[in-house]
């Protein structure tokens, strides 16, 4: 079983509102619409990582009536920084999970059929880790097979996941998508104001 992990446990500093709840152009908060993404790909456990906001984003879920109910885990102290809310992911996952797919609330306009090629991909080759790219740029969701959890645990949290990545560079896989909201973060109002409008680019 793979479980989709959404990371949105942090402050959104640099956006000034808390991304999770941002409206997509349909309305909808940006942490819902990841989850009807996931679930229209096939994948059906999936795990949020919340901070502060925990009980905006509960809220924000019920509203919504996705097709499917996701798990919510708390990350106690956000500001450790990405990697402490993926451990609090990780330690939430049922004890027959295969793989995670990781990716952040930030990126809300992914396309569920990045998600099935980077599973896909997986199935075919059980590489380490499959991520979905477009030239030289990669994207979200980043797929870590089992195999890999014990070092994400140990990675530093001053470097966070892409020491693992990094460690694992010649086996990993780059599956090529043509989904540019597969790499665009929404972090800031001119990049919210530039989605809304124009849609990924």
């Given at each position: 079983?793979?479980?989709?992990?959404?990371?949105?446990?942090?402050?959104?500093?640099?956006?000034?509102?808390?991304?999770?709840?941002?409206?997509?152009?349909?309305?909808?908060?940006?942490?819902?619409?990841?989850?009807?993404?996931?679930?229209?790909?096939?994948?059906?456990?999936?795990?949020?990582?919340?901070?502060?906001?925990?009980?905006?984003?509960?809220?924000?879920?019920?509203?919504?009536?996705?097709?499917?109910?996701?798990?919510?885990?708390?990350?106690?102290?956000?500001?450790?920084?990405?990697?402490?809310?993926?451990?609090?992911?990780?330690?939430?996952l049922?004890?027959?999970?295969?793989?995670?797919?990781?990716?952040?609330?930030?990126?809300?306009?992914?396309?569920?059929?990045?998600?099935?090629?980077?599973?896909?991909?997986?199935?075919?080759?059980?590489?380490?880790?499959?991520?979905?790219?477009m030239g030289?740029?990669?994207?979200?969701?980043?797929?870590?097979?089992?195999?890999?959890?014990?070092?994400?645990?140990?990675a530093?949290?001053?470097?966070?996941?892409?020491?693992?990545?990094?460690?694992?560079?010649?086996?990993?896989?780059?599956?090529?998508?043509?989904?540019?909201?597969?790499?665009?973060?929404?972090d800031?109002?001119?990049?919210?104001?530039?989605?809304?409008?124009?849609?990924?680019?």
């Amino acid at each position: 079983m793979l479980t989709a992990l959404i990371l949105a446990a942090g402050e959104s500093t640099r956006m000034g509102t808390p991304k999770a709840l941002l409206p997509d152009p349909d309305g909808r908060a940006f942490v819902a619409r990841i989850v009807r993404t996931f679930a229209t790909a096939g994948i059906h456990d999936i795990l949020i990582v919340t901070g502060s906001q925990h009980d905006a984003i509960e809220a924000a879920l019920t509203a919504d009536r996705s097709p499917v109910t996701p798990r919510l885990v708390r990350n106690p102290d956000p500001s450790r920084g990405q990697l402490s809310s993926l451990w609090a992911g990780l330690d939430a996952l049922d004890d027959d999970a295969a793989g995670v797919l990781v990716t952040l609330v930030d990126v809300p306009m992914l396309r569920a059929s990045t998600i099935r090629a980077v599973v896909d991909a997986w199935h075919e080759q059980r590489a380490p880790i499959v991520r979905p790219a477009m030239g030289d740029r990669h994207g979200h969701p980043v797929l870590f097979d089992r195999a890999t959890f014990d070092e994400l645990r140990r990675a530093p949290l001053t470097e966070g996941a892409k020491a693992v990545v990094h460690a694992y560079a010649d086996r990993l896989i780059n599956v090529a998508v043509d989904d540019p909201g597969a790499l665009v973060d929404v972090d800031t109002p001119r990049d919210y104001a530039r989605v809304i409008t124009e849609g990924p680019s």
